[in-house]
C-alpha cells in the first residue's frame, strides 16, 4: 500500500530556524581565507578601475583622432583599448582562479564539519532521523549551496566596485545625464526585494521535497527495499510514490526558476528604454551645446554596461536571501546537541590493561518519548573473565543493557563500569577498544571480505584475518570463494547468508580483541552444527574475557558464570544455571 503522501511545505519551526540565520555566520564561514578574498577585491578593483578608461578612450577616438585624422593619436587609443581589454581578461582568470578555490575550500569545510557533526550523534538520532533526509542535507542542500558559496563574496566585490566606477565615470563625462539614469534605482531595489522573500519561501518547499525523494531512493532502491517490494507486490506504488514527489519537485523547480521573472523583465525593459530618455535629453534645451558627440556616445556605453553588473548585484541579493533557507537546514544539524560525546577530562586507559570488571549500578533509561524505561533499576555485577548471560522475552530489555555497556546510550539514572570507571569518563575511542559488539543485525560494507574484517583494525596482517576468520568457523567458506578474501561482499552483504554475514561480523569483532565481548544474539541465524562450532570457538576465546551473551536459546547460555532473567527493563532473578532451575522461577519456565 502506498504510503500517504507527504507535504512539501516546511514546518513552523523550519520556518523559524530560517529567520534566524544570522549573515555574520555565514561570513564567518570565509574567515579563513580573509587575505584570498583580500587579494581577489584589490584585483577586482583594480579591474573596474582599468576597465573605466575604455569610455574615456572611446571619447577621444569620435571627438578627436578621427574628426582631425589623427592616425598615430588614433593607433594609441585602438591600442589603449586592446590593452584594457586584455589587462581585465587576464585578472579575470586570476580572480576566478582564487574565488574558485577559496569557495570549494569553504564547500569541503561544511560538508566535513556537517558529516563530523552527525557521525557524533547518537544511535537515538538515527532512530528517529530517515537516512534519506540525512544524506539529503549533505548532498542537496550543500549542493545547492555552492553558487552562492563560490561565488556571492566575489560576485558582490566585482558588481559594487563596477556599479561605482561607473557612476564615477558617468558623472564625469555629464552629471546631469547621471542623474537621469538614476531613475531606475528605486524601482529595483524594490521589486528585488519582493523577488527574494518569493525564492526564499520556494527554496525551502523545493528542498524539503528533495529531500523527500531522497528519502524514496534510499527505501526503494535498497537490496533490502528491493526484496521487500517484490515479495509484497509494492512495487507499483512504490513508483507511483516517486513519480508524485518528482512531479512536485518539476513545479517547484519551474517556480524558483520564474519567480520574479516578469518583474526583473519590466526592468530589462525600463533599462532598454533609458539610452532613449538619454538622447531625448542631450536634445532638451538645457543640453543644448554641452554634450558632444564622443560624450554622449561614451556615455550610452557606459550606460549600457552599467545595467549589467547593477542586474548582477541586485540578483546575488535574490540569491542569497534565498540560500538562507539552505544555511538554515544545514545550521541547524551543526546546532544538534551532542548526547554521547568523549567527556571534557577523560580517564587515560591502556585498552590492552583493562582486566574487564564489568558492573552496572542502578541503571535506569527511558527513551525519549516513551512513558515506560526500556530499564528500570538494573544492577549487575561481571568480574573480570567471567560469562553474564542475559534471558528473557522480546522486548524485555536485553538489548538496551548491551547497548548501555558499549555506551550507545547514556542512562538516565544510575552507571555502568568497567574496573570501577564510569564509562561516560572514557574516550568513546577507548571504550570501543574495550568493548566489541556483535549484534543480531549484520552490516557489511561493499567491499571485498578482507576489507570488511580491516575495518575493525586497520593495521591488521592478513595471517590475524585469517586467524579471527577461522575462530568464527568462517575461513573454508571464504577460501572457497573463487576470489578468496578477496571477493566483493556485495550491498550490506547480500552476498551471504544470514548465518555467513553473522560469522563474517563474528570475526570482525573477535579481530580487534576486545576484554569485553557482547554477543547480541550473534549465533541467531546459525544452524544448530554451525552454532555449536561457533560456540566452541566462543568458549575458547572467552578465557580471561568477559563476556555478555543475550540469546533466546537457553541452550547457548547454560554454562554461562551467571544467567540473569530480564523482564519489563527490570532483573527478575539471576545465578547459575543449575540454581535457577532449582528456583523454579521465570528461567526454570523458560527453560521448560
Do not use: C
Given at each position: ?151 556571492t563574496a566575489t560576485s558582490i566585490a566585482s558588481n559594487l566596485t563596477t556599479v561605482v566606477a561607473t557612476a564615477v565615470a558617468m ?243 544510575g552507571r555502568v563500569t568497567i574496573d570501577g570507571v564510569d564509562v561516560r569518563d572514557l574516550r568513546l575511542t577507548d571504550l570501543a ?160
Open positions: 500500500m502506498a504510503s500517504p503522501r507527504r507535504t512539501a511545505t516546511p514546518t513552523a519551526a523550519e520556518k523559524a530556524q530560517a529567520k534566524t540565520v544570522s549573515l555574520r555566520r555565514i561570513g564567518r564561514l570565509f574567515t579563513a581565507h580573509r587575505w584570498q578574498l583580500a587579494v581577489v577585491v584589490a584585483i577586482i578593483v583594480a579591474s573596474s578601475v582599468i576597465s573605466m578608461a575604455s569610455p574615456f578612450l572611446l571619447r577621444e577616438v569620435i571627438d578627436v583622432a578621427l574628426p582631425h585624422q589623427n592616425l598615430p593619436l588614433l593607433g594609441w587609443l585602438v591600442a589603449g583599448m586592446v590593452a584594457v581589454a586584455a589587462v581585465t581578461a587576464a585578472l579575470g582568470v586570476v580572480q576566478t582562479w582564487i574565488s574558485t578555490t577559496v569557495g570549494q575550500r569553504v564547500m569541503h569545510r561544511l560538508r566535513v564539519d556537517v558529516f563530523t557533526h552527525l557521525h557524533r550523534q547518537s544511535v537515538a538520532f538515527f532512530t528517529r532521523t530517515r537516512t534519506g533526509e540525512v544524506q539529503s542535507r549533505i548532498t542537496n542542500d550543500i549542493g545547492g549551496m555552492q553558487s552562492v558559496v563560490t561565488s558623472a564625469a563625462l555629464s552629471w546631469q545625464l547621471s542623474l537621469v539614469s538614476l531613475i531606475v534605482l528605486p524601482p529595483a531595489i524594490h521589486l528585488t526585494r519582493r523577488v527574494a522573500g518569493m525564492r526564499r519561501a520556494i527554496t525551502a518547499q523545493r528542498q524539503h521535497e528533495l529531500a523527500d525523494l531522497n528519502v524514496t531512493v534510499e527505501e526503494g532502491l535498497s537490496i533490502s527495499g528491493v526484496q521487500l517490494s517484490k515479495t509484497m507486490g509494492t512495487g507499483p506504488a512504490l513508483v507511483r510514490r516517486f513519480t508524485e514527489s518528482s512531479e512536485r519537485l518539476i513545479d517547484l523547480e519551474l517556480r524558483s526558476e520564474l519567480a520574479g521573472r516578469w518583474r526583473m523583465a519590466s526592468m530589462t525593459i525600463l533599462f532598454a528604454a533609458i539610452p532613449a530618455v538619454i538622447y531625448l535629453s542631450a536634445g532638451l534645451p538645457f543640453a543644448a551645446g554641452t554634450l558632444s558627440i564622443g560624450t554622449l556616445v561614451a556615455f550610452t556605453s557606459l550606460q549600457a554596461g552599467l545595467f549589467r553588473p547593477l542586474m548582477g548585484l541586485l540578483g546575488v541579493g535574490v540569491s542569497l536571501t534565498s540560500s538562507l533557507a539552505l544555511f538554515a537546514r544545514i545550521f541547524e544539524y551543526l546546532d544538534l546537541p551532542v548526547e554521547v560525546d568523549d567527556p571534557a577530562h577523560p580517564v587515560t586507559v591502556d585498552p590492552a590493561r583493562v582486566a574487564g570488571h564489568l558492573r552496572l549500578e542502578d541503571v535506569t533509561l527511558t527513551y525519549p518519548g516513551s512513558e515506560t524505561a526500556a530499564v528500570a533499576g538494573v544492577s549487575l555485577d561481571v568480574p573480570a573473565g567471567t560469562s553474564l548471560a542475559l534471558v528473557g522475552e522480546t522486548g524485555s530489555g536485553k538489548s538496551t543493557i548491551a547497548a548501555l555497556i558499549a555506551r550507545l546510550h547514556d542512562p538516565d539514572a577498544a574495550i568493548v566489541g559488539v556483535v549484534s543480531q543485525e549484520t552490516y557489511l560494507l561493499h567491499t571485498t571480505v578482507r576489507e570488511n574484517l580491516r575495518y575493525a583494525r586497520p593495521d591488521a596482517t592478513d595471517e590475524q584475518i585469517e586467524q579471527a576468520a577461522r575462530a568464527a568457523q568462517i575461513h573454508e567458506l571464504i577460501s572457497a570463494l573463487p576470489d578468496g578474501y578477496d571477493t566483493v561482499v556485495g550491498s550490506r552483504g547480500h552476498r551471504f547468508s544470514g548465518g555467513e554475514k553473522q560469522r563474517l561480523a563474528i570475526a570482525r569483532t573477535l579481530l580487534r580483541d576486545p576484554r569485553i565481548l557482547v554477543l547480541d544474539e550473534a549465533t541467531s541465524a546459525l544452524d544448530t552444527e554451525t552454532e555449536r562450532a561457533v560456540q566452541r570457538a566462543f568458549d575458547e576465546l572467552a578465557k580471561g574475557r568477559t563476556t555478555v551473551t543475550i540469546a533466546h536459546r537457553l541452550s547457548t547460555v547454560r554454562g554461562a558464570d551467571q544467567i540473569a532473567v530480564v523482564d519489563h527493563g527490570r532483573i527478575l532473578e539471576a545465578g547459575t544455571h543449575d540454581a535457577l532451575i532449582g528456583g523454579g522461577g521465570r528461567y526454570a519456565a523458560l527453560a521448560a
